[in-house]
């Protein structure tokens, strides 16, 4: 329901780009309003441009102290608008509701985040974030797809594919992962997202073992020398089984 509060900065019936199917690629920015406005829009047209219309922008100024965020915005939004109106159709500012955010002194990028995830999350297939004056090199999401087109053709399954080592930007996602990703941030608004992104990781891709049982349950599935498994194979010692079966009617007492 939160989502439906979002206040696009223009009218709704654009926000889809009719007429065409979801592009590959959606960019997420998160500019600050101590920044420079002019900068900032340059680098954004910037980041349209380079897409050659294969990659969706998304913008949101943070809310964060420092700056004059209204008069950043609209700073912003004047030299956006003079941006050619089919590069326009490629580029959302969002101006969200502030009852969406915790009061201060509470921190508010995770929910930045997560709405900018959820609203780009139906326009193209796969999701990154990019920091603000981000450059890129011309017709980068075509780079990207035929780099994930051979991962496909291979049949190496993936979610994710790391542009960078650290932080969480300039990661490339799968949209239909994107709602977990939001769940996360604002379930935890007061942990960084770059700390939270390997969670994330962890519970869409559901393949790392507990960190205490890691080396047992890797060396059981492939050859390990350095780890010998002691107990690999042979029965319990201590066994508990519950007194309650799914079965109506059917106790089992619990044994060791």
């Excluded at 009218?11 to 900068?39: K, M, T, Y």
């Excluded at 990659?55 to 941006?83: C, N, P, S, Y």
């Amino acid at each position: 329901a939160w989502a439906l509060r979002v206040i696009h900065d223009r009218p709704a019936r654009r926000v889809r780009r009719r007429g065409r199917g979801a592009s590959f690629l959606s960019v997420a920015v998160i500019a600050d309003p101590s920044e420079n406005a002019q900068h900032v829009a340059e680098a954004t047209m910037h980041l349209v441009r380079a897409g050659a219309g294969e990659a969706v922008v998304g913008l949101i100024v943070a809310r964060r102290a420092g700056g004059d965020r209204q008069a950043f915005l609209a700073d912003l939004r004047t030299r956006l608008a003079k941006m050619d109106p089919n590069d326009r159709e490629l580029l959302h500012l969002l101006e969200p509701s502030a009852q969406l955010y915790p009061p201060p002194p509470r921190r508010t990028q995770n929910v930045d985040l997560a709405i900018l995830s959820m609203f780009l999350a139906p326009l193209a297939e796969n999701f990154m974030q990019v920091e603000p004056m981000s450059s890129m090199f011309h017709g980068y999401p075509r780079h990207i797809q035929d780099y994930t087109g051979k991962l496909d053709e291979k049949s190496i399954p993936w979610i994710v594919v790391q542009f960078t080592k650290l932080g969480h930007q300039r990661k490339l996602v799968r949209s239909r992962l994107l709602s977990r990703w939001a769940e996360m941030l604002v379930m935890f608004p007061e942990a960084p997202a770059e700390a939270l992104f390997w969670d994330f990781i962890d519970v869409v891709g559901n393949e790392t073992a507990p960190k205490a049982i890691y080396l047992g349950t890797d060396a059981a599935k492939k050859s390990r020398p350095d780890v010998k498994l002691q107990h690999h194979g042979h029965a319990a010692l201590i066994e508990h089984l519950g007194d309650v079966s799914s079965l109506e009617g059917k106790v089992q007492r619990a044994q060791e």
